[in-house]
T-cell receptor
Framework: GENVEQHPSTLSVQEGDSAVIKCTYS??????FPWYKQELGKRPQLIID?????GEKKDQRIAVTLNKTAKHFSLHITETQPEDSAVYFC?????????????FGKGTKLSVKP | DADVTQTPRNRITKTGKRIMLECSQT?????MYWYRQDPGLGLRLIYY???????NKGEISDGYSVSRQAQAKFSLSLESAIPNQTALYFC????????????FGEGSRLTVL
């Protein structure tokens, strides 16, 4: 089955700096790669996603890049702000697979210090 | 927003007790999921349902069962709770049409003593 590795598990940056979180996956047939943000005490919410026919996608200060050959994708947050502090989860999905479920990474706790 | 509601939000119980966590959604989505969240372990899939007649095990289904009573309702049961089932449980509903977005409920924190 699919295996998703997420690094780092914790990340601390100064406000204004950039943050990068990386995930690797094992199933080359996976074709959907979302990122979820979970603020303290809240539910996970989708912040950005990318599909296998796209190499990069941006939404204001966040971007996701995908390297299908190497089977990894990354979340980039620029000009970090204290409200970016949260746990971020990557996930992987194969829509053509027998189940097509989202498999989540173990999460990265991002702390942005003012 | 899929408006996913979970009850109870918090529950403390004792080993051996039967517990039911309930989930409902108001947008008529076919797909519903139950996840378990533990610190450092991310979100692990317990059970999922693609429609009322379809129930499937996830990666950690042992010790759990589910019921899809209606399109809008998906319940998770622990027949005989044990302490290592202490966790935060999330229900989620999916928008469908291959958009892929899961809408999560607010979570149910379960403590088994």
């Amino acid at each position: 089955g699919e295996n998703v590795e997420q690094h780092p598990s914790t990340l601390s940056v100064q406000e204004g700096d950039s943050a990068v979180i990386k995930c690797t996956y094992s199933d080359s047939a996976s074709n959907y790669f979302p990122w979820y943000k979970q603020e303290l005490g809240k539910r996970p919410q989708l912040i950005i996603d990318i599909r296998s026919n796209v190499g990069e996608k941006k939404d204001q200060r966040i971007a996701v890049t995908l390297n299908k050959t190497a089977k990894h994708f990354s979340l980039h947050i620029t000009e970090t702000q204290p409200e970016d502090s949260a746990v971020y989860f990557c996930a992987v999905r194969n829509y053509g697979g027998s189940q097509g479920n989202l498999i989540f990474g173990k999460g990265t706790k991002l702390s942005v210090k003012p | 927003d899929a408006d996913v509601t979970q009850t109870p939000r918090n529950r403390i119980t004792k080993t051996g007790k039967r517990i039911m966590l309930e989930c409902s959604q108001t947008k008529g989505h076919d797909r519903m999921y139950w996840y378990r969240q533990d610190p450092g372990l991310g979100l692990r899939l317990i059970y999922y349902s693609f429609d009322v007649k379809d129930i499937n095990k996830g990666e950690i289904s042992d010790g759990y069962s589910v019921s899809r009573q209606a399109q809008a309702k998906f319940s998770l049961s622990l027949e005989s709770a044990i302490p290592n089932q202490t966790a935060l449980y999330f229900c989620a509903a999916e928008t469908g049409s291959n958009t892929g977005e899961l809408f999560f409920g607010e979570g149910s924190r379960l403590t088994v003593l």
